[in-house]
């Protein structure tokens, strides 16, 4: 369904940044963050898909160990995030996050640090080129719409 809407299933890869691009890094302690805003990952890109499902065997084992200790009620720490915006990348934590997830929590206790960084990041490059392109092609309609030709074939404004 996500490839038929335009959406990839990879996660976002924190580790695409420049590093001229990050002007700094501060810790923001511990929050509860939404997991639908934990968007991408510190490296492990190629590990789960965008919805943390696993995508190898290895990483299904893993995650049934996980699995089987939150249901016996075993303690975990907090996983660990960067966060740019309003968009959290995991570094540590992908197998108790995908859990979680499964288990349909909503949100999930995370050792924050935020990104400051500067330009256009990788993902919103990939998608500014076709927004400018819709926009372009929209102008280009309404033009068309508003516009009127004159006897010689040229294009004019309605008068």
């Known amino acids: 369904m996500d490839t038929l809407l335009g959406r990839a299933w990879q996660l976002l890869n924190l580790n695409a940044i420049s590093a001229g691009q990050v002007r700094g890094r501060h810790y923001a302690g511990i929050r509860c963050v939404n997991i639908n805003q934990i968007v991408g990952s510190v490296g492990h890109t190629g590990d789960f898909d965008r ?3 696993p995508m190898n065997d290895r990483q299904r084992n893993r995650w049934v160990s996980v699995a089987m200790a939150r249901c016996q009620n075993v303690p975990m720490p907090a996983i660990r995030l960067g966060q740019i915006g309003d968009r959290y990348f995991v570094a540590d934590g992908h197998h108790r996050l995908s859990v979680a997830r499964s288990l349909r ?7 924050v640090t935020v990104w400051d960084v500067t330009g256009l990041l990788p993902w919103e490059q990939a998608t500014a ?3 400018l392109r819709l926009a372009r092609d929209t102008a280009r309609g309404l033009l068309r719409v508003w516009l ?8 004019t404004l309605p008068t």
């Not at 009127?148 to 294009?155: F, I, S, T, V, W």
């Open 51 to 53: 919805y943390f499902h």
């Open 105 to 111: 929590e909503t949100a999930i206790d995370a050792e």
């Open 129 to 131: 080129r076709p927004v």
């Open 148 to 155: 009127k030709r004159d006897e010689q074939g040229e294009l």
